[in-house]
């Protein structure tokens, strides 16, 4: 396998099944930890809930539908669905720990018939031919090594006449800070994003005809700036604990100045895209 990145920037080219691997764990073992959870609370994309139920009415789930969740973190999106939107879905993620909490929440809220999480990656989901109506992924494309193969995973599992709903961050590589760059801005979901154009051709190359694009940078905006406010928040009250366990402030801090300075500068938006798989 070769998961190359389009990146463009020599020094991070991801080319082995090696460094493929080595980007899947560190999303695990990020996402699975208690800093994400307490930065970001339950929704791990820019917007939250409100772009999560735009997402959903732009991809039109009905009532009584089946949706699939890719990248489910800790199941938020899922148990939204199953609760508001009368439909079920199924919630695939690589992190084990996000498995687990969104399992129990499910059980805690007496709907595991109509939300089932499953451990997977994107790029071989666990789950048989054309058995979704809807397929969401919020905020993750941007972090799977060998996107060709994810979105052809994505419209393999859709019915035919199925929507595909993705929001994610878009990048213009070339006048990507060095900041944003590298494994660390990878699993922050910025330094594989793809600009508009390449994630339409990943979805043309798929056999996906794309319905309908939506910009919401400030969405971004806002979720960084949220961000460094928590990250301020901690620092006074728990700094020493986090400093302890490996968390660097002042490593930490230029780089949520590096991302607010490319979404004003245009070099980072988020984008939302719904595309049908022909029916
Ligand atoms: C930025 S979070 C978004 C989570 C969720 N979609 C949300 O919006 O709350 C990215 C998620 O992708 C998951 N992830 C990363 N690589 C993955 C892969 N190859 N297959 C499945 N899940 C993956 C991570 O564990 C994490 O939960």
Redesign the pocket.
């Known amino acids: 396998m070769t998961a190359s990145t389009a990146a463009g920037r020599g020094e991070e080219r991801i080319t082995t099944r090696s460094a493929a691997e080595t980007i899947?764990n560190c999303?695990?073992v990020a996402?699975s930890s208690d800093l994400v959870s307490l930065l970001l609370g339950d929704?791990?994309?820019p917007g939250g809930l409100k772009l999560t139920r735009r997402l959903l009415q732009a991809a039109e789930l009905r009532p009584g539908e089946r949706m699939l969740?890719?990248?489910?973190?800790v199941g938020?999106?899922c148990l939204l669905v199953a609760t508001d939107y009368d439909a079920v879905s199924d919630g695939?993620?690589?992190?084990a720990a996000?498995v687990t909490v969104a399992t129990d929440a499910a059980a805690s809220l007496n709907l595991t018939d109509r939300a089932v999480f499953h451990r997977?990656?994107?790029?071989a989901l666990p789950l048989p031919d054309e058995s979704f109506d809807v397929v969401a992924c919020?905020?993750?494309l941007c972090?799977?090594p060998d996107k060709p193969t994810a979105v052809a995973e994505m419209a393999r599992v859709l019915r035919p006449g199925g929507r595909l709903g993705i929001t994610d961050i878009a990048a213009d590589h070339a006048r990507l800070p060095a900041a944003l760059s590298g494994l660390a801005g990878w699993v922050a979901?910025m330094g594989d994003a793809r600009s508009l154009q390449d994630y339409r051709r990943l979805l043309d190359e798929a056999g996906m005809r794309t319905t309908l694009v939506e910009h919401h940078h400030n969405a971004l905006e806002q979720m960084i700036w949220h961000v460094a406010a928590r990250l301020d928040l901690l620092r006074m009250t728990a700094g020493p604990r986090l400093e302890a366990l490996g968390v660097d402030f002042n490593r930490v801090r230029p780089v949520l100045e590096a991302a607010r300075a490319a979404v004003l500068d245009g070099i980072l938006d988020y984008v939302l895209i719904v595309a049908e798989k022909p029916g």
């Open positions: 899947k999303c695990e996402y929704s791990y994309h969740d890719v990248a489910a973190g938020t999106t695939v993620d690589i992190s996000n997977g990656d994107a790029e919020e905020c993750a972090t799977f979901c």
